[in-house]
């Protein structure tokens, strides 16, 4: 049996619209697409699909065990920014990634800024960090590590930064916040420090 052929395909921050013309008609090429629920059913439900439990220690196995010979994984915001793409091309050789929108780009054109040399982290899924911020920095958290877990452990950043949070981006339940009192905790957050000008 010959390989299978992986495409890894960025769909943005989770609305349909915000997914590339490349990224629909990848879906539509695959045989089988591997998602998370969300974007399973918002991008490819009408496709034989998986749903994996935890996409990180599951989609890999899965792929290795499908006999299936074009096998798309779905990944969100895009595939070169925090993401899943990189355990996925470390296991196989016969993959293509196709380009989206992230996060960070859909939530700074809310916001009406650029994010030009703002500095990047990711507390999704992960530790929280050990020091903190000096620069203006962009962190992805999640329901755990949300920016309230960050400004209690660094206290310091409500003096140093503005602060914005933006939830859910490009979803009907999208919000933008600015400081850290009032925000909606989801799965999905930005959080945004803004070095303050003198």
Known sequence: MKDSEITIISVGPGAHDLITLRGHKAIEDQEIV???????ETFAKHKEHYIPANMKTDCVNFIKDCPKSRIGVLV????GFFSLARFVTAAFENVTIIPGVSSVCAGFALLKKQWFGYRF????????????PEVSTIILCDEVNNPSAIAAKFPQIEEKFNIFVLSDIS??????F????DYKKTSRMIMVLEEKTA
């Open 76 to 79: 969100s915001g895009d595939a």
């Open 34 to 40: 591997i998602g998370m629920k969300d974007a399973v």
């Open 171 to 176: 979803l009907p339940s999208e919000g933008v």
């Open 121 to 132: 982290m990711s507390v999704h899924g992960r530790e929280l960090f050990d020091e903190c």
């Open 178 to 181: 600015a400081g850290i009192s």
